[in-house]
């Protein structure tokens, strides 16, 4: 069995059981928040990288649809000169 599944499957056993307590409940979800506020966001970045990130690509090659083209032709119309 793939280690994931195995403590997948401990998991969801284990929180059937806290489940039914609401107190342990209450302390398991303030817990996991804690736990999923760590994991780093790579969307996430400050106003000056922002900025930054906006500033390069200024400077790259841009590309305008043409009259009467939908999205889709518009991307692989693009996707050949990247």
């Known amino acids: 069995m793939?280690?994931?599944l195995s403590l997948n499957a401990?998991?969801?056993r284990d929180l059937s059981?806290?489940?039914e307590d609401e107190g342990l409940l209450a302390k398991a979800v303030k817990y996991i928040r804690k736990l999923?506020?760590?994991k780093e966001d790579p969307t996430l970045m400050t106003k000056e990288e922002f900025f930054r990130r906006v500033d390069e690509a200024k400077k790259g090659?841009?590309?305008r649809m043409q009259p009467n083209e939908n999205l889709t032709t518009?991307?692989?119309r693009i996707?050949?000169?990247l």
């Open 74 to 76: 518009f991307l692989r």
């Open 17 to 19: 059981v806290v489940a």
């Open 10 to 12: 401990d998991f969801l």
């Open 61 to 63: 090659s841009t590309y």
């Open 2 to 4: 793939n280690n994931s």
């Open 36 to 38: 999923a506020a760590k």
């Open 79 to 81: 996707g050949n000169d």
